[in-house]
């Protein structure tokens, strides 16, 4: 199977997944990516089985409206059912690296909200050790020089992704060279530099059930 042809599989596993648990008046969650993306198309289905969603990116919002899917503002939602998105690296304790689509900090924000965080991914982001995907860190603007020298201090290479501004108008630091032992910590670390904004570590909170396209079909991971 191809890469595209494992993200569409683990597309329609989420929605297998999360059909039964879905109620008329369910909001849920929806992530950004390509592999979200094949989550969306195969959503469309189920579009009067439930109320709404809430998006982590502009893009995706304007993918669900598209499919007659309504998008609510976060701040009209008290919980979501559930959130489904992508990752760039899982490990085995679905720890994540996520933000290879510079959406990290909407992403964090919506999986707070959420009951449950089902990731979707084919089988090239599952990792030993996180951290070969450079870790996308989401910096104010004016920020940007002083925080590239303190992720320097922390071991890391920082590297400004040029031409990509966010959703929320900010800068992205891509950190290489990073073999992230304590995800967690780091986590943390990174968030107290002044200036960042988030980074793409989800150890804190990371995925509840990890759903893993492979060639021998998908494997549910919790
Ligand atoms: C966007 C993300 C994506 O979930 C991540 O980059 C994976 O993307 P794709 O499914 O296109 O490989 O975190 O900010």
Redo the contacts with the bound molecule.
């Keep these: 199977m191809t890469q595209d042809e494992l993200?569409k599989a683990v597309g329609q596993a989420a929605v297998d997944y999360i059909a039964p648990k879905l109620q008329r008046d369910s909001i849920i969650g929806v992530?950004?990516?390509?592999?979200?993306?094949c989550f969306i198309d195969a959503l469309g289905k189920l579009k009067d089985d439930f109320e709404g969603a809430v998006a982590?990116?502009d893009a995706s919002a304007e993918r669900l409206q598209k499919l007659g899917i309504t998008v609510y503002d976060l701040n009209e939602v008290s919980e979501l059912l559930v959130y489904v998105?992508?990752?760039?690296e899982s490990n085995a304790q679905l720890e994540l690296?996520?933000?290879?689509?510079?959406?990290?900090t909407r992403?964090k924000i919506v999986t707070a909200v959420s009951r449950e965080f089902v990731c979707?991914?084919?089988e090239s982001?599952w990792v030993d050790v996180l951290g070969a995907f450079p870790l996308?860190v989401e910096v104010i603007p004016m920020a940007r020089s002083y925080v590239a020298r303190e992720l320097v201090k922390l071991g890391g290479d920082p590297v400004y992704r040029t031409g990509v501004v966010t959703d929320n108008g900010n800068v992205i630091l891509d950190v290489h060279h990073l073999e992230i032992m304590e995800p967690k910590k780091l986590e943390a670390e990174i968030n107290q530099i002044a200036g960042v904004v988030t980074n793409?570590l989800f150890a804190r909170r990371g995925a509840d059930v990890l759903l893993l396209g492979t060639a021998e079909g998908v494997k549910t991971i919790k």
């Design positions: 993200k992530g950004t990516g390509s592999t979200a993306n982590s990116s998105d992508g990752a760039d690296i996520k933000g290879g689509g510079a959406a990290l992403e979707i991914a084919d982001k996308p793409g």
